[in-house]
């Protein structure tokens, strides 16, 4: 006698599941439980139907008759895990993963959902270790990838091992997974660890000693992780800076004696690649110029494509100094396979950005402090950047507010079916797209001053074929006459940049719904200390800005020894073009205190409901029992005058419009 039903039966139970039919399911299998008592397919489907509608003490039930029935059922384990991890019960979804485990090794899913629980409860080493043995059987499976790199935010290793190698590799080689400058302080730390790396980075002046140029090469070729780094992200570490800085000058100088060619220009187009994001911030001395210039001359008198495919490393050499598009013969290199990377992100992109900039919806801007601000991003898009975090899977505004803990009035939000929303600054469009790929259902509409960050934004929108935002060059201030609701508005990092943020702040206000959600980035007075005595000091000597006197100034910051000027190179903006000239040079800034915010929030009719930053709301959770201050501006006043660096970045945070 058969124990399960027929495939067919089977088969029809299971579309009804895709398309969740629940009740009916339920009906179903009551029925056909009389012919089949101990189907263990149908206590399975029974259990995670039951699940699905939250009914999680028959779900249980279930899956515990299934067990009864065969103990080595790993099925059974895993989703009564999955329910008590549902439930808040994690010491039994502990055990009930690894029984699972126990029977069934390579439940890849098992792992990372332990990770997940030691995550959530702060035991990053832990979580990391399941989040890699997960990979171990499945290095495909991204959630457990994407898993592992956001534990690496404010983590540090220990020890270095190839496994950890393979999977910080495999992280930086994927997209859509995370931004690499949200864990570049784990893997610079982590690099450190490799002891001849180490030895380059603190015995520069001395390597002649020890090592020759050829083997310096052939060890950093060999560092894919370093390689890979260079190429997507700028590095914000001063001694490896130092350290590009110095081996660019030696291959330069040294680019018809190196032997191995094929190292050096491996190094040589990393290096370029980084030079390019970085906007070539680096200073040039006067022996490179002389360098650079009789290599110019010789491309320039022999604009043959043959000689250009035959002399790669020079092409790399140069283009870590200077933009490839800069040169009258780059059309010469649009064929070269051994420089694709290089023609690429220094030729192609930036003529796909031209073509893009042409066809931008784009307004009218007449504020005079807008006009300066627009002409500070058209110089200097902010900030360039390759690879982003992305959600593959959107979801509804409610279910996203209610996991980063807002206190908000859900009534309404909860009916929200199609969503519009507004990016008030997208700049170059990382924010944007993250936020078109989250929410379910919606239309988003960036606005920026600066056509050359749209033209790039769009141009990274259209790599990911993200379809639903639409971008136009306008200003916050003409916000007023338009004729279009949002649901959601998002604006970080732009309002302390108009003339008055609070006039911007109550535009963008009357284009939020009633009920609606905004998102707003300000600096803080407090965490910016540092940075308003050394804007003051550029003011006072009159700098004029421009590229050259930034690097001049940029270079006695590194030079100094002041307290401020350490906390500046802390800084991530501190090591790329646009983002220095952001953080030290730009036209306008505001700053503010949380109870000014308080009182604007009051004015403005609207409701404090939370920060964003996911790191400060775990902080809070381990450190405080009263759950109430989380949103209680009185208690974060507090506590930054005593920690004033906690919001370093910036105050970000959500309201909700009364």
């Known amino acids: 006698m058969n124990i399960e039903p027929d495939i067919k039966i089977r088969e029809d139970l299971i579309k009804l599941y895709k398309f969740h039919k629940y009740e009916l399911i339920i009906i179903k299998i009551k029925e056909l439980q009389k012919s089949y008592s101990r189907s263990l397919f149908l206590l399975n489907l029974l259990g995670v139907t039951y699940s699905a509608l939250e009914n999680f003490e028959d779900a249980i039930l279930n899956f515990k008759k299934i067990i009864k029935i065969n103990s080595n059922f790993a099925d059974a384990y895993y989703n009564l895990g999955n329910i008590y991890k549902r439930i808040e019960r994690a010491e039994e979804s502990i ?37 890699l043995e997960c990979l171990e059987i ?31 590799l495999l992280l930086l080689e994927k997209d859509r997974i995370l931004r690499p ?49 260079f190429k997507i992200t700028p590095i914000t570490d001063l001694k490896i800076e130092k350290f590009i800085r110095f081996i660019r ?54 604009l043959n494509e043959k000689y250009f495919q035959k002399n790669n ?67 200097n898009p902010y900030p ?23 206190n908000f009035d859900k009534k309404l939000i909860k009916n929200w079916n199609n969503v519009n929303i507004l990016v008030a600054g997208c700049g170059t469009g990382q924010h944007a797209l993250a936020t078109a790929s989250k929410y379910k259902n919606s239309l ?89 005595k050394i804007r003051n000091e550029i003011q006072k000597a009159e700098i004029d800005i421009n590229i050259q006197n930034i690097k001049k100034f940029r270079e006695n910051i590194i030079n100094s020894d002041s307290n401020d000027s350490k906390l500046i190179i802390e800084s991530p903006d501190f090591y790329s073009l646009s983002n220095i000239r952001d953080l030290l040079f730009h036209a306008q800034e505001h700053r503010f205190t949380l109870l000014e915010i308080k009182e604007y929030l009051k004015k403005l ?21 009263n759950k109430n201050d989380l949103h209680n501006l009185n208690f974060w006043d507090k506590i930054e005058i005593n920690n004033p660096r906690i919001f370093a970045n910036m105050y970000q945070f959500w309201c909700q419009k009364n």
């Open 313 to 379: 490393l020079e092409i790399a050499s140069l283009s870590s100094y200077k933009p490839l598009n800069k040169y009258n013969w780059s059309d010469k290199l649009i064929n070269c396979e051994g420089i694709h990377e290089l023609v690429k992100q220094q030729i192609e992109e930036p003529n796909r950005e031209k073509t893009l900039q042409e066809n931008i919806n784009s307004k009218i801007i007449k504020d005079d402090i807008s006009l300066k601000v627009k002409d500070q991003y058209e110089n």
């Open 181 to 229: 400058v949200d864990i570049m302080d784990c893997l610079i730390d982590y690099l450190y660890k490799n002891p001849k790396l180490n030895y380059f980075l603190n015995n520069l002046k001395e390597y002649k000693i020890n090592f020759s140029l050829e083997e310096v090469i052939q060890d950093i070729s060999s560092n894919k992780l370093l390689i890979e780094l």
């Open 444 to 532: 988003v509409t960036a606005i920026d001053l600066s056509s050359r960050s749209i033209s790039y934004a769009k141009r990274k929108a259209d790599e990911y074929s993200i379809n639903n935002i639409e971008f136009i060059q306008m200003d916050i201030l003409d916000l007023k006459n338009y004729r279009k609701n949002f649901e959601i508005i998002e604006c970080v990092g732009v309002l302390h940049h108009m003339n008055d943020p609070i006039i911007g702040w109550e535009i963008l206000n009357k284009r939020l719904i009633v009920d609606g959600m905004m998102m707003v980035g300000l600096y803080s007075k407090y965490a910016r200390k540092h940075i308003i």
């Open 138 to 168: 499945n290095p495909d499976y991204l959630v457990a990838l994407q898993n592992f790199g956001i534990c690496l935010q404010n983590f540090k290793f220990h020890n270095r091992s190839e496994k950890l190698d393979k999977y910080l």
């Open 605 to 625: 009719n609207l409701q404090f409901c939370g920060f964003e930053n996911k790191s400060l709301l775990r902080s809070f959770n381990q450190n405080n029992e």
């Open 384 to 406: 360039r950047w390759s690879k982003i975090a992305l959600s593959n899977k959107p979801s509804k505004p409610i279910d996203i507010f209610n996991k980063i803990n807002l």
């Open 95 to 131: 055990k009930y993963y690894n029984k699972c485990i126990q029977k069934n090794s390579r439940k890849f899913e098992a792992y990372n959902n332990l990770g997940n629980i030691y995550k959530e409860n702060g035991k990053t080493q832990i979580a990391i270790d399941y989040y």
């Open 249 to 302: 000058t030696e291959i330069l100088i040294n680019i018809s004696s190196i032997k191995n060619k094929i190292s050096a220009f491996n190094v040589s187009k990393a290096v370029a690649l980084q030079c390019y994001i970085n906007e070539y911030i680096y200073p040039i001395k006067n022996r490179e110029r002389e360098i650079i210039e009789k290599i110019e001359k010789i491309f320039q008198n022999n």
